[in-house]
């Protein structure tokens, strides 16, 4: 195991640092990352109910519909017309009947025959009817991704035909119904779910991780807010550590580094915590990134094929939840699972998820492209097919036997068969903000993203100028 030492933070800086400008450039034409996008967003477009707007948690699998993934997928619609898979008016239409259907489902405190309560949704939602999936919970962080994409069709759709006058309306009501002051039991924070049965989650949102996001649109709420005071509830346990060479704000799975950044540039803006640090949260994705790839290089665990072009850990798929002497090593395996690597976690069976380099892409193109194009290179149509990359591969695991999941290879490893939509999601929206900045730049005219910064005490940068501006 790496021993990483803990380095004092980084000296204040008199003024803020400059937002960052992805100057590697090179790969924004790259043929392949053009195929990769419209791969991803067939993902969300074909699979997803065109009655309902509900789109699976995975495929082809049978599968249940994942709230998040539908706040993806309406994040992937305005993609898709900007970069013409679909025209603007079809995907109007898609984003206007999936607001319109998800406002329209049944809301209470019953445990069955309703979708969500207090404006929150059920993490699992039934394909069909949209109610509730088995006994999930009530989910404060799914609901804050489904919102997200909502709002940011909202800011997209400014047009004045029927469909994109609902998106709005529908976008705004869905935010405005959410009662975050209600999901906060022990106030300022924010727990993580209820349940009918149990009350709620004993457990609170406090950083760092995918939360970010959440308290963003919670202190940003027209109707519900937050004190201000729970960002600096969410911010007291943060983890400042050093990691393979890394100084930076420490959470094990990429996913944490890349989700709230789908929706909002937190390029050159701060909060007080970074202010401190002298970086922004952009920045501390860069850094996030290259410590995932330091680690596979070092790979401290000595699984196959990781190294400086096949790395990625976060939450994904895996072979088995099982335990197998491999090589006269016992080895302990996982199916779906929080992989990652960090200061304070180490959580690493050997199984690699395109969907963290793909999350980080627009952090560190020039270390995160490569990676997915020589991922491909080397395993074919094994990991890359009809959405994109399937969800993720363990190249240790060669054992003949069947698995819940996916399919072996003797002399390869296993390979999942299955898409996830939460992991789909990121790959796409990173490119494009790579890209284009086509999502940062929309959601920065936001009132609510704005407000929800400028409540939680960030300031400089772009806020700075709309402030000039309003």
């Known amino acids: 195991m790496v021993v990483a030492c803990s380095r004092p933070p980084v000296v204040q800086t008199s003024a803020p640092p400059a937002p960052k400008v992805i100057t590697d450039v090179a790969y924004r034409s790259d043929p392949f990352l053009g195929e990769l996008e419209s791969r991803t967003f067939d993902y969300f477009w074909r699979t997803t109910d065109v009655k309902n707007g509900l789109t699976p948690d995975r495929s082809p699998s049978p599968s249940f519909s994942s709230i998040a993934a539908v706040g993806f997928a309406l994040t992937a619609y305005p993609v898709g017309v900007a970069e013409g898979y679909v025209s603007r008016e079809q995907a109007a239409d898609r984003a206007f009947m999936t607001l319109k259907s998800l406002y329209e489902l049944p809301q209470g405190p019953g445990d069955t025959g309703v979708s969500g309560y207090k404006g929150f949704f ?11 999936f088995a006994r999930v919970e009530l ?21 004045p035909s029927r469909s ?21 039991p022990n106030s300022p924070a924010v727990s993580l779910g209820w349940t009918p049965d149990s009350g709620f989650i004993q457990y609170d949102w406090r950083g760092y991780n995918e939360g970010m996001l959440l308290y963003v649109l919670a202190l940003g709420s027209p109707t519900h807010p937050l004190p201000p005071t729970a960002w600096a509830e969410y911010t007291r346990t943060y983890r400042w550590e050093e990691w393979f060479s890394e100084q930076y ?19 050159g803006i701060q ?31 000595g699984w196959t094929g990781y190294g400086p072009d096949e790395w990625g850990l976060s939450a994904c798929d895996g072979p ?22 960090a200061y304070t976690h180490i959580e690493d069976d050997g199984t690699i998820t395109p969907s963290a380099a793909g999350g980080l892409l627009a952090f560190a193109p020039e270390i995160a492209i490569p990676a997915l194009k020589a991922i491909r290179a080397k395993y074919g149509n094994l990991v890359f097919s009809s959405y994109g990359f399937v969800d993720a591969y363990n190249p240790s695991f060669t054992i003949p036997v069947h698995t819940p999941l ?13 898409f996830l939509g939460i992991d789909e999601g990121p790959i796409l929206s990173m490119i494009e903000n790579y890209r284009t900045e086509l999502i940062w730049t929309t959601m920065r005219r936001s009132p609510y993203i704005a407000g929800g910064l400028e409540r939680a005490g960030f300031s400089g940068g772009w806020l700075g100028h709309k402030t000039a501006s309003q």
Do not use: K
Request: contains cysteine.
């Open 122 to 132: 059920y993490h699992f939602l039934d394909m069909q009817r949209g109610r509730r």
């Open 406 to 418: 996916g399919r072996v290879d003797g002399a390869r490893g296993w390979f999942d068969t299955d």
């Open 249 to 267: 704000l420490n959470f094990w799975p990429a996913f944490g580094h890349d989700y709230s950044h789908v929706w909002i540039d937190f390029r």
């Open 320 to 341: 088995a939840d099982t335990g197998v002497s491999l090589n006269g090593v016992y080895r302990v395996f996982h199916s779906y699972w929080p992989r990652g690597s």
């Open 271 to 301: 909060d007080p915590f970074m202010r401190d640090h002298g970086i922004d949260y952009f920045e501390n994705s860069r850094r996030a990134a290259y410590a995932q790839r330091a680690y596979a290089m070092y790979n401290p665990m």
């Open 164 to 184: 994109e006058v609902g998106v709005r309306a529908y976008a705004d009501s869905l935010y405005r119904r959410v009662d975050w002051n209600w999901a906060a």
């Open 139 to 159: 989910s404060t962080i799914d609901t804050a991704i489904l919102i997200a994409g909502a709002l940011f069709c909202e800011e997209y759709f400014d047009g």
